[in-house]
């Protein structure tokens, strides 16, 4: 249905466009331009002037209710998809609200901890079927301690190359004694 009267309504466009063309001016309209001498001897001698005048107003009455009709047909054809759109973004909406809702009461429980100058007690972690763990006295009172530096990697230690040995030195041949056993001073 849109369609059939999107194209009726060009056709009745170019239509209007020719009655309003066809009309006469002060300069004398279009009777001029077929060589006759006076306005009025192409339509007749005085009929041109109001055929002229009651098709301009149907046309122009049909241009107006097509328009209106297609405004209405395109309000229709759209209304879901906008109405859709209109939930989408409410429900998007509310989360952002509900996520603001949330970080302004997180912070404000900052704030009152922070007044009260007690850290915030950390909640204890409960397994199903068991108690929670007791913090002993001391721990709670006691600052947390500095977690060890990390250790080095040791350096690697240059590899000292044994020097060179000098060759053994041949052993010594014993003196040999003198004949008749007396050692020589």
Partial sequence: MFTVLTILHVFICLFLILVVLLQAGKGGGMGIGFGSATSNTVFGGSGAGNFLSRTTAVVATLFILNSLALAYLSTQRDSP??????????????????T??????????????????????????????????????????????EAPAPAEAPKPTPRKVPAQAAPPAPAAAPAAEPAGGEATP
Avoid at 106 to 114: F, I, N, P, R, S
Avoid at 128 to 145: D, K, N, Y
């Fill in 81 to 98: 998809r906008l109405r859709a759109l209109a939930a989408e973004k409410q429900k998007a909406q509310q989360v952002e609200d509900a």
């Fill in 100 to 145: 603001k809702a949330k970080i302004l009461e997180d912070l404000q429980k900052a704030k009152d901890v922070a007044e009260k100058g007690a850290a915030a007690p950390a909640p204890a972690l409960e397994t199903e079927g068991t108690a929670p763990a007791e913090v002993p006295a001391a721990a709670e009172s006691t600052p947390p301690a």
